[in-house]
């Protein structure tokens, strides 16, 4: 299918405006990871995208060669927030942080970008904050203020942020979690953000973090909404230029690996945490502005899909069961990149009730309940869903127990439990 009116090709890096890229991977044409599919005789006409990084020699951004029409992308989104014990947790984390460190009094005006069904505004709601969502998600605005969570179904921009601050003030917290990574103009949403802060008021972004998705090879992770891969001193090369200061970060688990940024005005009252240029110093020492450590991530990324491939198609070839754990957007790209389909995966399964009777991207898998797996006798499971590894691995201990191996994609293929 033709789309050449809905993908752009990336020129000047988003985050400095150089032009000196250097390649790192390219998947060649894939699916968007999220674009679902009924069950049909044939699928001659399902669209497929660039899908390549590059990263920038100047910033050290990690960027999609091609961006999506973000109308495509957006205005009907199927992914919703995970109501796993993991995140759930980490959503009470970031609200005490917020609370704890920054001293965000009760009562203040807290406003999430990109807030999703507004679970994690819910949470700041019960820490006694007044909130207000923003997503251009039709859908999923719908379901936001049914839930008691205001929402507008607008994508953030200078215009978006003008409006909030004339009918509802100024915010003392502007969040952004797991989505700023998937905005092409952030210099508009830099520029609104600027506008609404006040002199101690925080904008606190959370993204997967370059250093672990290098070390751990999380090459799944790259999927046309992820249109940006951060380092700490990316981030405040961009904020520079907006007259905006990072102040603090902080490491986190979930998602495989990310980071808690905390910016305020250049000018503002906050002063810098040391862990600024602490993980500055980690990113210079791991080689993140060296060339040589985005050309050791292309070797790992073929070996990976390369031993991956090969070991479920041995396993199958003993006559063992294997389907996939999860529908996750980045097993979607697991699954193209390496070539897996149902000859391989005999299916998916998924809590996500509309993901269940649909089929998966590019590789037509179809997407079953937990209940249909369980009625399964299935040998292995390939864990796509690895970032809640912990927690499935605990809630399918009779799985386990009776013989059944899950298969971990990263850092390097594996079997748990081993031996088998």
Same mark, same amino acid.
């Given at each position: 299918?033709?789309?050449?009116?809905?993908?752009r090709?990336v020129t000047?890096?988003?985050?400095?405006?150089?032009?000196d890229?250097?390649?790192?991977?390219?998947f060649?044409?894939?699916?968007?990871?999220?674009?679902?599919?009924?069950?049909?005789?044939?699928?001659?006409?399902?669209p497929?995208?660039?899908l390549?990084?590059?990263?920038c020699?100047?910033?050290?951004?990690?960027?999609?060669?091609?961006?999506?029409?973000?109308?495509?992308?957006?205005?009907?989104y &199927?992914?919703?927030?995970?109501?796993?014990?993991?995140i759930?947790?980490?959503?009470?984390h970031?609200v005490a942080v917020?609370v704890?460190?920054?001293?965000?009094?009760?009562g203040s005006f807290?406003l999430?970008?990109?807030?999703?069904?507004?679970?994690?505004?819910?949470?700041?709601?019960?820490?006694?904050m007044?909130?207000?969502g923003?997503?251009?998600?039709?859908?999923?605005?719908?379901v936001?203020?049914?839930r008691?969570?205001?929402t507008?179904p607008?994508?953030?921009s200078?215009?978006?942020?003008a409006?909030?601050?004339?009918?509802?003030?100024t915010p003392?917290?502007?969040?952004?979690r797991?989505?700023?990574?998937?905005?092409?103009?952030?210099?508009?949403v830099?520029?609104?953000?600027?506008?609404?802060l006040?002199?101690?008021?925080?904008f606190a972004?959370?993204?997967?973090?370059?250093?672990?998705?290098?070390?751990r090879?999380?090459?799944?992770?790259?999927?046309?909404e992820?249109?940006?891969?951060?380092?700490?001193?990316t981030?405040?090369?961009?904020f520079?230029r907006?007259?905006?200061?990072v102040?603090d970060?902080?490491?986190l688990?979930?998602?495989?690996?990310?980071?808690?940024?905390?910016?305020?005005?250049?000018?503002?009252?906050?002063p810098?945490?040391p862990?600024?240029?602490?993980?500055?110093?980690?990113?210079?020492r791991?080689?993140?502005?060296e060339?040589a450590?985005?050309?050791?991530?292309?070797e790992?990324?073929e070996?990976?899909?390369?031993?991956?491939?090969?070991?479920v198609?041995s396993l199958?070839?003993?006559?063992?069961?294997?389907?996939?754990?999860?529908?996750?957007?980045?097993?979607n790209?697991l699954?193209n990149?390496c070539?897996?389909?149902?000859?391989?995966?005999?299916?998916?399964?998924?809590?996500?009730?509309?993901k269940q009777?649909?089929?998966?991207?590019?590789?037509?898998?179809?997407v079953?309940s &937990?209940?249909?797996?369980k009625?399964?006798?299935?040998d292995?499971?390939?864990?796509?869903a690895w970032n809640?590894?912990e927690e499935i691995?605990?809630?399918?201990?009779?799985f386990?127990?009776?013989g059944?191996?899950f298969?971990?994609?990263?850092?390097? &293929?594996?079997?748990?439990?081993?031996?088998?």
């Open positions: 299918m033709d789309i050449s009116g809905t993908a090709e000047a890096c988003r985050m400095c405006g150089e032009e890229w250097q390649k790192v991977v390219d060649g044409p894939v699916p968007l990871a999220d674009s679902f599919l009924e069950p049909a005789a044939s699928y001659d006409d399902e497929r995208y660039p390549a990084v590059i990263s020699r100047s910033c050290r951004l990690m960027s999609l060669t091609h961006v999506v029409d973000p109308e495509a992308l957006y205005r009907t &199927p992914y919703t927030t995970s109501d796993s014990e993991t759930k947790k980490h959503m009470g970031v917020c704890e460190r920054f001293g965000i009094p009760e807290v999430e970008i990109g807030s999703n069904t507004g679970s994690q505004l819910k949470a700041f709601q019960n820490a006694g007044r909130t207000l923003i997503d251009p998600a039709r859908n999923i605005a719908v936001a203020n049914e008691g969570v205001e507008l607008e994508f953030f200078v215009d978006t942020a409006l909030v601050k004339k009918t509802y003030g003392q917290l502007i969040l952004g797991h989505v700023f990574a998937h905005i092409d103009d952030v210099a508009s830099a520029e609104g953000v600027r506008n609404l006040g002199p101690d008021s925080l972004i959370e993204v997967p973090y370059l250093v672990d998705m290098l070390e090879n999380e090459f799944d992770t790259i999927y046309h992820h249109l940006s891969y951060f380092g700490v001193g981030l405040v090369t961009l520079q907006h007259g905006l200061r102040v970060v902080e490491r688990a979930v998602h495989g690996g990310s980071i808690l940024v905390f910016v305020g005005l250049d000018d503002g009252t906050r810098t945490s862990a600024v240029g602490e993980l500055i110093a980690l990113e210079k791991t080689g993140l502005h060339d450590t985005y050309q050791r991530f292309a790992h990324v070996q990976i899909t390369g031993e991956l491939t090969a070991l198609r199958r070839a003993e006559g063992k069961r294997i389907a996939g754990y999860g529908a996750p957007a980045k097993g790209t699954l990149v070539g897996l389909t149902t000859d391989d995966l005999e299916f998916c399964c998924d809590t996500t009730e509309f009777g649909l089929v998966l991207p590019g590789t037509h898998i179809p079953h &937990p209940a249909y797996a009625a399964q006798d299935i292995y499971f390939l864990l796509l809640y590894g691995m605990a809630k399918e201990a009779a386990l127990a009776r059944g191996r298969i971990l994609p990263n850092p390097r &293929p594996s079997i748990v439990p081993s031996g088998a």
